[in-house]
C-alpha cells in the first residue's frame, strides 16, 4: 500500500470550510472534538455525533464561545445504532441542512488487547459493531446527501494495526484492517462517477484516551495533541484535497 502525505507546510485557508456542513463522529473527545473544534474555526458548521451528550454539549459550547458557526448535536450509540437512526438522522440533516459536504468517521473503541485464543466474542463483536457495521450503516443512508454537495469528502480513520497486524491487537487491528479496504471499495465506486471523494487517515500516536488506555506506561506528553495533527484533517476536507480519492494517509511523518 502507497501511503500518501499532508503537503509540505499545508495550513487550510481560515476561511477553508465556510459555508460546509461536516458531520464528525466521536466528536466529543479526542481526535473528533479536535477535528469538530478546528473545522469549525474554519467556517464549518459542524454536526457532533457521539455517544456522551455531556461532552458533545461541551464541544457544542467551546465553538459558540469562540464565535463559530452554530454546531448542530446528534446523540447516537454506534454499539447499538440501526437503520432506521442512520434514516432519521439523513432525514433530520436534509430538513435542516439539505446536503452534507463532510463525514469524518472518527469514533472507534479499542477493546481487549489480548491473543485470539482467549480473546471474548462479545468484546471482538462490539469492536467490529462500532468501529466497521456502524461505519458502513451511517455511509450507506448519508450517500444521497453526499451526493447534493458540489464536492463531498469522506475521511475514516485507520490506524498502523490496520496496515500490519499485531500481536494482541486482536479486533482493533482486524477492524482497521476493514476500514482500510471500506475506503478503497468506496474510493472506487467513486472515480468518475460522483463528486465524491473518499480518503482514509493513519493518526499515529496521538495523546488521546484511548492511546493512554493502549499505552498506559507511556508519558502522555511524548506524543503529540490532536491539535497537532489537524492540518491533514482540514486538508481532506477542505477543497485543497479535491480529486484526491482512494488514498491512505500517515498524519505523521516518523
Ligand atoms: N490516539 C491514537 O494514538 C490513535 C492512533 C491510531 C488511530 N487512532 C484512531 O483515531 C480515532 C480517534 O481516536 P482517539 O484517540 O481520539 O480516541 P478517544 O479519545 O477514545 O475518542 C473516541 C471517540 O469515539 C467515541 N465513541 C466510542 N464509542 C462510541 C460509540 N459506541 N458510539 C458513539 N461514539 C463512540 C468516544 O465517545 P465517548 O467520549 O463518549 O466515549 C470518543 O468521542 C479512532 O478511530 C482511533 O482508532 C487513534
Redesign the pocket.
Known sequence: MNIAHLPAGYEGAANLLADRVILV?????????AAALSYAAHGATVVLL???VE?LEAVYDEIETAGGPQPAIFP????SVTEEDCRQLATALEENFGRLDGLLH????LGERRPIASASVDAWQEVMQ??VNAQFLLTRYLLPLLESAPKASVVF????VGRTGRAYWGAYAVS?FATEGFMQVLASEMENTTSIRVNCI?????N????RAAYPGEHPSD?PT?DEIMPLYLYLMGDDSVGVNGQSFDAQIK
Open positions: 463522529t466521536g466528536a466529543g473527545d479526542g481526535i473528533g472534538r457521539g455517544r456522551t461532552k447516537m450509540n454506534l454499539a472518527n469514533a472507534s473503541v462500532v468501529n480513520t485507520s490506524s498502523g482497521k493513519n493518526p499515529g500516536a496521538t488521546t484516551a484511548m492511546r506524543n490532536p
